[in-house]
């Protein structure tokens, strides 16, 4: 094949549109392989004359670099395509709308527990866990409820046996770490966790509850402490305009013992239905530790004091998110949840 007319095949073939990453690939392999017209060209060079050498080297290099020249810049053609064709095909389209993704969402009793830990961790308490099968000692005994009080009756509480029962509340918590500061350690901790009584279902009672209790013990902490405590709480869960109100009551764990109140956030102290015309909510149970739990559980009453207050959750979330019925907090019906994310 004469140079000229190589020249003119190798630049039709490798301008091919047909051409693509694979075919262009063999295409380089024909001219440029081993077996190709190029090196069988070359392979000619010792059958001319000497001064006729040169030139035609010169000559066959050409054509090489002509190949290799269209080789290249075709591949760079074809892969550009190619990038583009993959872009274009797998492009998205910002202006349609997302696909809406289903997100779990916390149950509203969790919600409240973390809303009042995240409070009372920003005041320097500790959270405090227990067990939920619990002892007598630390259930009654160590907080001051002798054996003949009517919370020891079968029909308020689950007994496992003589000694172990479901725990009826998270005081049991409170008489533990006591015992464990050994009497000359303050303390300040909540503890919240599941409850249980033996109680007939309904609107506003469960068998099965959530409780958070806090405890204060030091030389210096006063009913007035307590007073401010139970203030902030109360303006954090239901608004800054809340007030609350003590009111004296009795709880063998604490005496003096309270009951507080909130200002009804529906009609603002005005009476409505929710507060039953009285303008105040009751909300929790609270008190200064009585001095036979403190010497009890190991620590000197004329040397330390405490507080203690008791909130149920059940309680906070159907006030706060006005659910009228308990039942619906247990009902697994994810509906419910979804309106809290």
């Known amino acids: 094949m004469e140079l000229e007319e190589l020249r003119k095949k190798i630049s039709d073939d490798f301008n091919d549109m047909k051409l693509n990453l694979q075919t262009l690939s063999e295409l380089r392999s024909q001219y440029l392989g081993k077996k190709g017209p190029i090196n069988s060209l070359l392979s000619e060079m010792k059958n001319l004359p ?164 806090g405890l204060v013990v030091n030389k210096d902490v006063t009913m007035a402490d307590l007073k401010g405590t139970l203030n902030i709480m109360a303006k954090r869960l239901f608004g800054e305009d809340r007030e609350i109100r003590l009111r004296p009551s009795y709880f063998p764990f604490t005496e003096p013992s309270i009951e507080v109140d909130v200002s009804c956030f529906k009609c603002h102290g005005k009476g409505c239905a929710l507060c039953k015309g009285t303008g105040w909510i009751e909300i929790l149970g609270a008190g200064m530790v009585n001095n036979n739990v403190l010497r009890m559980c190991g620590y000197d009453p004329d040397v330390y004091q405490g507080f203690a207050f008791g909130v149920g959750i059940e309680r906070i979330a159907m006030l706060k998110y006005g659910i009228d019925d308990i039942r ?12 809290f994310k």
């Open 50 to 213: 000497n001064e006729e050498k040169p030139k035609f080297g010169e000559k066959v290099n050409a054509l090489r670099n002509l190949a290799t020249k269209l080789f290249d810049e075709k591949k760079q053609e074809l892969e550009r395509k190619a990038v583009e064709e993959k872009l274009k095909k797998e492009a998205v389209d910002v202006t349609l709308p997302g696909k809406e993704m289903n997100t779990g969402s916390i149950h509203v009793l969790n919600k409240i527990v973390e809303e009042i830990e995240d409070l009372f961790i920003g005041m320097g308490y500790k959270v405090q866990d227990g067990v939920e099968v619990e002892k007598d000692l630390y259930n009654f005994q160590l907080l001051n409820i002798p054996e003949n009080h009517p919370a020891r009756a079968m029909q308020d509480t689950f007994y496992v046996d003589k000694e172990r029962l479901l725990r009826t509340q998270t005081s049991a918590v409170q008489a533990h770490k006591m015992l464990e500061s050994g009497g000359n350690k303050d303390i300040k901790i909540i503890c919240p966790g599941r409850t249980y009584r033996r109680d007939d279902d309904d609107a506003t009672h469960s068998h099965e509850f959530t409780q958070m209790e």
């Open 328 to 339: 619906t907090l247990y009902s697994n019906d994810l509906r419910q949840n979804k309106q």
